[in-house]
């Protein structure tokens, strides 16, 4: 009998140690965790303290100002550039769109390599040029087509015209005849 006593008690025993340890190092973890988040925090507001008290309260308005501001052109450059998944539908939208409101139809749409003769610009590291084809009605009034050419140049996201020809329609001075239009259109 007493093995069994001895044994239940040894149980019992390694048991309530394992559960105390347990206790133990969830306590210290929680007590290191406060302590690591409290240091953290006294050092950046140590941090701030020291390079604001070297500035006067006009300089630290115009940091935030300098701040702001270039917070705006950072989303504006991030909207110059299509998603690679969606460029091709929203081009699309986009010269439907240029089209119809000045009043020129727009009758092929296509991907297209890069043209032969441009030069390779340097890389922007996470910005890819994609060329599109357009063909349209021809003849096209020349304003129209300056005003096409105005829409696409001036678009968000950027396209840029890359390659135009056109040709002079015989008997209608306001007229020509455009060959297909290449575009780049920057993707991510």
Same mark, same amino acid.
């Not at 140690?17 to 406060?34: C, E, K, Q, R």
């Not at 409101?101 to 030069?119: A, E, H, R, V, W």
């Given at each position: 009998?007493? &093995?069994?006593? /001895?044994?239940?008690?040894?149980?019992?025993? @390694?048991? $309530?140690?394992? !559960?105390?340890?347990?206790?133990?190092? =969830?306590?210290?973890?929680?007590?290191?965790?406060?302590?690591?988040?409290?240091?953290?925090?006294?050092? &950046?507001?140590? /941090?701030?303290?020291?390079?604001?008290?070297? @500035?006067? $309260?006009?300089? !630290?308005?115009?940091?935030?100002?300098? =701040?702001?501001?270039?917070?705006?052109?950072?989303?504006?450059?991030?909207?110059?550039?299509?998603?690679? &998944?969606?460029?091709?539908?929203?081009?699309?939208?986009?010269?439907n769109k240029y089209?119809?409101?000045?009043?020129?139809?727009?009758?092929?749409?296509?991907?297209?390599?890069?043209?032969?003769?441009?030069?390779?610009?340097?890389?922007?590291?996470?910005?890819?040029?994609?060329?599109?084809?357009?063909?349209?009605?021809?003849?096209?009034?020349?304003?129209?087509?300056?005003?096409?050419?105005?829409?696409?140049?001036?678009?968000?996201?950027?396209?840029?015209?890359?390659?135009?020809?056109?040709?002079?329609?015989?008997?209608?001075?306001?007229?020509?005849?455009?060959?297909?239009?290449?575009?780049?259109?920057?993707?991510?």
């Open positions: 009998m007493k &093995k069994n006593n /001895s044994a239940a008690s040894l149980r019992i025993l @390694l048991l $309530t140690i394992v !559960i105390l340890l347990s206790v133990a190092m =969830v306590g210290g973890f929680f007590f290191a965790s406060n302590w690591l988040s409290n240091s953290a925090s006294e050092s &950046k507001t140590k /941090s701030y303290t020291t390079v604001s008290s070297n @500035l006067d $309260t006009s300089e !630290i308005i115009n940091l935030q100002e300098d =701040v702001f501001s270039h917070r705006i052109a950072s989303v504006n450059a991030t909207n110059l550039i299509m998603s690679k &998944k969606s460029f091709e539908t929203k081009t699309h939208q986009d010269l089209a119809t409101d000045i009043g020129i139809s727009i009758t092929n749409f296509s991907l297209t390599q890069k043209p032969s003769y441009m030069t390779t610009d340097v890389p922007v590291s996470g910005v890819e040029p994609q060329f599109i084809s357009i063909t349209l009605e021809n003849p096209v009034g020349f304003a129209k087509l300056f005003q096409f050419i105005q829409a696409i140049e001036s678009n968000t996201p950027k396209m840029k015209l890359t390659s135009i020809n056109m040709d002079s329609v015989s008997r209608q001075n306001d007229s020509v005849s455009v060959k297909p239009i290449i575009i780049e259109v920057y993707t991510d």
